[in-house]
């Protein structure tokens, strides 16, 4: 266990869990670790898988094409972005954007948990199996649980679809688009 692992749970605020991730990680060259953006105590935080490449070279969350896709969803669902906490399970990019493996999964989750406390939103969305699988149950299926209101470290979370998952998929885009709405219900 690292030393970063040992202190994580006395980290107090954001910027200083960001200042020991950016220790912790590091990026491939010409990228940037992605550690999240959005208000200290948000009522919506958003997880998503790992950064692209876009978001790699900004430093930013989900502000690829999927990220356009989920700020119109968003948008649809009447919940404002800049509302949101928006992150990622990885906090560095995949070599070749691939899927994350177990052991990365494994490696990140303790400062995304740590993010969850610290933020304790009213509800927590998660995009897509590898949130799901990171949150909820490492044998989560999105299928099976998607749209269905799940609980963890006292929070309401719900699981839905990637934005990306839309591209592949034209019949997910409504269960994405309903999913947000509820959850902005359960807020508002």
């Given at each position: 266990m690292t030393v970063a692992m040992?202190?994580?749970?006395?980290?107090?605020?954001?910027?200083?869990?960001?200042?020991?991730?950016?220790?912790?990680?590091?990026?491939?060259?010409?990228?940037?670790?992605?550690?999240?953006?959005?208000?200290?105590?948000?009522?919506?935080?958003?997880?998503?898988?790992?950064?692209?490449e876009e978001e790699a070279e900004l430093g930013r969350p989900f502000v690829g094409n999927a990220g356009r896709l989920l700020n119109k969803y968003l948008q649809e669902a009447q919940i404002c972005r800049e509302d949101c906490y928006v992150t990622n399970v990885l906090k560095v990019r995949p070599p070749g954007n691939r899927t994350p493996r177990?052991?990365?999964?494994?490696?990140?989750?303790?400062?995304?948990?740590?993010?969850?406390?610290?933020?304790?939103?009213?509800?927590?969305?998660?995009?897509?199996?590898?949130?799901?699988?990171?949150?909820?149950?490492?044998?989560?299926?999105?299928t099976q649980i998607r749209g269905e209101w799940q609980e963890k470290y006292g929070i309401k979370i719900m699981p839905t679809y990637?934005?990306?998952?839309?591209?592949?998929?034209?019949?997910?885009?409504?269960?994405?688009?309903?999913?947000?709405t509820e959850a902005r219900k359960r807020v508002y």
């Open positions: 040992i202190t994580l749970g006395s980290i107090t605020d954001l910027r200083t869990l960001n200042d020991v991730c950016t220790r912790t990680f590091l990026p491939a060259a010409g990228e940037n670790i992605v550690f999240g953006e959005g208000p200290e105590h948000a009522k919506f935080m958003l997880i998503g898988e790992a950064p692209g177990k052991s990365e999964i494994k490696e990140a989750l303790p400062f995304l948990i740590r993010q969850i406390t610290l933020i304790r939103p009213a509800v927590l969305v998660c995009l897509g199996s590898v949130a799901v699988q990171a949150v909820i149950d490492p044998k989560a299926k999105i990637h934005p990306a998952a839309v591209f592949h998929d034209e019949d997910k885009k409504e269960w994405l688009k309903k999913d947000l």
